[in-house]
């Protein structure tokens, strides 16, 4: 299995790690907007040394109950990030996004890849997702950011959001975007109570066995969290266990805050499987 983007090919035979490079500012109201974007650039280049094939920039938070971001403010948070990255580095680009303008641009400054949590639901989305001929991400959400927690429910977690791909896949092949441009992600954390979750890991198999690659976001998430009652700086070691469950399920790509640790227990994984 691999994916395609212009002249750029990732080989996911084994498992690839995206990096999460958040481009939100509110912790840099002193430095100003230069030590901001210093620090994105220094942080994916670390990212990409300690083993991140893809890096992942959004520059709206999507945690639950987050405020939505204005057009203007999330163009000006991601493209200049994504022109340097592209210009210095020798990574795959995703932009994390659900607005069609921002897709646009985004892939025009360089991005490879469309990671939208709201899989190309929203104005316009799939049509510029159709132009770009980039490979697209389709994340299953319940509900809407603002309000996705407050009481998720299925008949059967697994199945509900196998359903939800196979329309939004309608959808993309309708729109003209080809199969082996479409990737699959069930959206750990978004419209899911804990036991949702643990549902999910349990059975992810069965997603990897759709034929698409198949992206997890496990990281430091509340899954982990909540049943360890640990801080997000306490969930390391939870979220290794995390990538590790997914990999051996087929996950293709691993969405990550801590790159380097995560590549070290897909080194494990692989040489074990090679031996
Ligand atoms: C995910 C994401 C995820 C994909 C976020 C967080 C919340 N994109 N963007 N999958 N999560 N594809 O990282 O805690 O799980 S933002």
């Given amino acids: 299995m691999q994916l395609i983007s212009g ?5 996911l035979s084994t498992p690839q790690v995206m990096g999460i490079l958040n481009v939100t500012p509110d912790s840099f109201s002193d430095g100003g907007q ?7 650039i220094n942080q994916a280049s670390q990212m990409v040394q300690q083993g991140a094939a893809i890096i992942d920039i959004g520059g709206e938070s999507t945690r639950p109950g987050a405020e939505p971001v204005s057009l203007d403010e999330e163009l000006s948070r991601t493209i200049p990030v994504i022109e340097k990255i ?17 897709m646009k641009e985004a892939v025009a400054a360089g991005a490879h890849l469309i990671n939208d949590v709201c899989a190309l639901q929203e104005e316009g989305a799939l049509e510029v997702a159709a132009q770009c001929k980039v490979p697209v991400c389709l994340m299953h ?28 896949i309608s959808a993309c092949r309708e729109a003209g975007i080809d199969k082996s441009q479409i990737i699959l992600d069930p959206g750990f954390g978004f419209g899911k109570t804990l036991d949702h979750n ?9 997603f990897s066995e759709l034929g698409y690659p198949l992206l997890t976001g496990l990281s430091r998430k509340s899954m982990f969290g909540d049943w360890l009652g640990r801080t997000v ?32 227990v897909l080194k494990v994984l692989k040489k074990t499987i090679e031996s």
């Avoid at 592209?86 to 921002?102: E, H, R």
Wanted: net charge negative; with cysteine; proline share 2%.
């Fill in 7 to 11: 002249n750029r090919t990732l080989d």
């Fill in 141 to 168: 959400m319940q509900g809407a950011p603002r309000s996705m927690q407050v009481s998720p429910s299925y008949e059967d977690v697994a199945k509900d959001i196998t359903r939800f791909f196979m329309q939004r």
């Fill in 34 to 40: 230069f030590q901001f974007f210093e620090h994105a």
């Fill in 86 to 102: 592209a210009n210095d580095l020798d990574v795959w680009i995703s932009i994390d996004t659900s607005k069609a303008q921002v």
């Fill in 233 to 264: 700086e306490q969930r390391l070691a939870a979220s290794l266990a995390g990538v590790l469950l997914c990999a051996q399920q087929g996950a293709n790509i691993v969405r990550v805050h801590d790159v380097q640790e995560t590549s070290d």
């Fill in 198 to 206: 643990y549902q999910l890991l349990q059975r992810l198999k069965q």
